[in-house]
């Protein structure tokens, strides 16, 4: 069974994949990354699914990223450490592979393993209020070489660099020129943007 953090929900040709962890904005945990290649297997599994978002439930943030509170745990045993970098993994190598377009359809805060999570989508298209950050620098850590190198297809390795190097948080606007994500839309235009291009 998916963890509550996380859903799949079909409509008609549709599939989405539901972020929905509010009190922690979304922060992925090990549960919510386990979860993630069933569900992606469930919507492949449809016939009649065309096309799967990955989006939030709450249009205030896409996600904030890893979420923290497990760090303590990872750092102190080894085995729970490499059982969550192998969910990771997975999650991303399932969106990654899937054969269906994938989309990821992002309002607000998009961070950390949050961005990383929208990058092995096919395409991203944000709100003019998000804001995207590869931030694991700020903890002392480094990305393995799929996450960086999904970075590094999208805007180029100079551009990488410095997202990784400050690890700091940036605009839509400058997620739109970089290539970061395909196209960014008024915030109360996304979802009907995003649908439009559907159709099409």
């Known amino acids: 069974m998916a ?5 799949l929900h079909k409509d008609n040709e549709i599939a989405w994949l539901v972020l929905n962890r509010p009190e922690k904005k ?11 290649p069933s569900l992606v297997q469930e919507a492949v599994s449809n ?3 065309k096309i799967l978002i990955v989006r939030s439930e709450n249009p205030g943030f896409f996600s904030a990223g890893a979420d923290i509170g497990e760090f303590s745990l990872f750092m102190a045993d080894r085995n729970a450490r490499n059982d969550n970098r192998q969910a990771i993994k997975e999650a991303c190598r399932a969106l990654e592979n899937c054969p ?17 999570l929208a990058l092995t989508c096919d395409i991203r298209f ?12 700020k903890l002392g850590l480094v990305y393995g070489l799929a996450d960086t190198r999904r ?7 100079s551009q990488a660099k410095q997202i990784l190097f400050t ?13 970061l994500v395909n196209d960014i839309f008024p915030d109360d235009k996304l979802e009907e943007e995003t ?4 159709r099409r």
């Open 195 to 198: 649908e439009k291009w559907l």
């Open 126 to 137: 944000g709100d003019e209020k998000s804001k995207y950050g590869i931030t694991p620098a």
């Open 167 to 179: 690890a700091g948080i940036f605009s839509s606007h400058r997620a739109l020129r970089i290539g």
């Open 100 to 116: 269906l377009p994938t989309v990821a359809m992002i309002q607000g805060p998009c961070v950390g393993g949050g961005c990383i």
């Open 26 to 36: 979304n922060a992925l945990d090990k549960s919510m990354w386990a979860s993630i």
């Open 47 to 49: 016939p009649g699914i």
């Open 151 to 157: 970075l590094v297809d999208l805007v180029g390795p």
């Open 3 to 7: 963890d509550a953090g996380i859903r």
